[in-house]
């Protein structure tokens, strides 16, 4: 794959495997929230426009949300909704 596709979805892939880490450091979490608005960026200039709606647009918003609710392994409600 070429490196101009393989970089941004690496980078996005990252950000998910840091979210959900069982232990977060606010200083890495700021600075996650800073990255992940330039990765979007470099996905958009890859895929198509009808790709990116509102639900990409969340992304930027979960970082923040880690750092207000903790950890997300946590907070998840999958085992309960079985």
């Given amino acids: ?8 979805l ?5 950000y998910f ?5 069982r232990t977060l450091n606010i200083d890495i979490l700021e600075q996650m929230e800073k ?3 330039i990765t ?10 009808t790709f990116f709606d509102v639900m990409v647009h969340l992304v930027v918003h979960l970082a923040t949300k880690a750092k ?3 950890p ?9 909704e079985r």
């Fill in 68 to 70: 207000l609710a903790g």
């Fill in 10 to 14: 690496v980078e996005l892939s990252n």
């Fill in 17 to 21: 495997k840091k979210l959900r880490s």
């Fill in 40 to 49: 979007l960026c470099k996905l958009e200039r890859i895929l198509i426009p």
């Fill in 72 to 80: 997300v392994p946590f907070r998840l409600m999958y085992h309960v």
């Fill in 1 to 8: 794959m070429d490196k101009k596709v393989l970089d941004p």
């Fill in 35 to 37: 990255d992940i608005a």
